[in-house]
DNA sequence: GAGTGGTCTAGACCACGAA
DNA sequence: TCGTGGTCTAGACCACTCC
């Protein structure tokens, strides 16, 4: 065993987060000011804050100017999800077909993707397996801007916020997403080898760059028997 | 107008991250180090330490232990969403009727509540309504242990986490959840006010003490055409 | 005015990576 | 060995809150 020897002000800060979790610290309470607390560990002030730092980062405490720093409501209104990023391709899914072509948008592509009717589009269309079974039908909008869409090998490994940051010469700083339940009309369903009318979840997600201008607009499609969206929150963001 | 003194390191990172946001600074490059940095600028090292450390919180930097920081590169794979918490009854959603009694666990609750079957449950259930249209069913299952559910009117009121911590008296720090679509029963389609294998939408939620004990589960079943599940996702956390 | 959090300095020393 | 990031000190001053 080696005596790992850690930061003072990590010390500090699992000392107060042992003592919020035990719940000799209750939410609403007023800790021992900066001072009290340097006194109390042998250091300074600045150490002092380095720690309780960490600790407002990870949601267990909060300071309110002029009074104090107080334990923390937990609260888990927020959850974390995982999207069709490059480890949906990479790790769990692979894609099975795709193509990859040229439109001009109609009303729908244009209104999601903020550019006229009649716009040149990129649009590339994807099948996700799982092993020999089709899951999902995945298919994506970029606004056309510069340079062709040579690269239809590269589509299926690198992440769509990457394709479109590359196309678009923008970084993709923001995405919506949205999740509901669908049937599968008959393209959907036999692509994905089921009958038509079949329970289907469909995640749709729009890309904007810094000016809040929408790059991307992807919409996947899922046989609900084979996928379900999943993910976590968590009240300390910390691990605990 | 006033002129707005801005905390130095304040001001240090702002102008990093714009020279990141602008193109002048690429991911993967390294940034100058803390001593030229503090050269740079005119203040201390402390002082740069704290920019970059904002700059590290909000995702757009990292760190290198003996090399250097480094541009991250723009991510998008997890999205938060806003689960059925406080807000979900007092803003939007109004319950419209509830129930709460308890129960024995049958076997699919004691496996969500890793408590042995028979055991004693609470059990509430609500339906949600956004003005007079009602938009799902809410079912919701606590291990009991002590105190006695007296608190009915209270509970279309608190958050689901809020009242499994006062049941159970733990705190919860972690739920997991999850998405699928489903058709609705003959019980959920007429509570709902449609037809029987009507499309919906699914949201399930455990939530888990410190050790990782289940404390509590949810299921939420909505009209699929009344409601649907979205968030956002963002590759640097502070504000742009 | 006393107590609090927030910023900043000018040093010092340690741990790590690469040459 | 040198340059880097990471920790820490012993002060100082400012801004805010409450009495």
Request: proline residues 4%; negative net charge; charged residues 20%.
């Amino acid at each position: 065993m080696k005596a790992r020897v850690k930061a003072i002000y990590n010390q500090i800060s699992d000392d107060l987060k042992n003592r919020i979790m035990q719940g000799k610290l209750s939410p609403g309470e007023m800790l021992p000011s900066q001072s009290q607390l340097a006194e109390t560990y042998g250091v300074t002030q600045m150490t002092v804050r380095q720690g309780l730092g960490t600790l407002v980062e990870d949601g267990y405490i909060y300071s309110v100017w002029g009074k104090g720093y107080f334990v923390a409501e937990p609260t888990l209104e927020t959850g974390i999800i995982n999207l069709p990023g490059r480890n949906f391709f990479g790790q769990e899914f692979t894609p099975m077909m795709n193509e990859v072509d040229i439109l001009r948008a109609d009303q729908e592509i244009a209104d999601k993707l903020a550019v006229i009717v009649g716009s040149k589009v990129i649009r590339t269309q994807l099948t996700l397996a799982l092993g020999d079974n089709p899951v999902a039908l995945d298919c994506r909008y970029i606004s056309y801007r510069k340079g062709e869409p040579q690269l239809e090998n590269e589509l299926q490994y690198a992440d769509f916020p990457q394709i479109v940051a590359r196309h678009t010469n923008s970084v993709v700083v923001k995405s919506t997403f949205s999740i509901e339940a669908v049937h599968l009309n008959e393209i959907e369903a036999s692509a994905l080898e089921t009958s038509p009318g079949a329970l289907g979840l469909c995640v749709e997600q729009i890309l904007y760059d810094v000016n809040g201008k929408p790059l991307g607009w992807s919409r996947m499609v899922c046989r609900s028997d084979r996928y379900k969206v999943s993910g976590v929150a968590q009240s300390y963001s910390g691990k605990v």
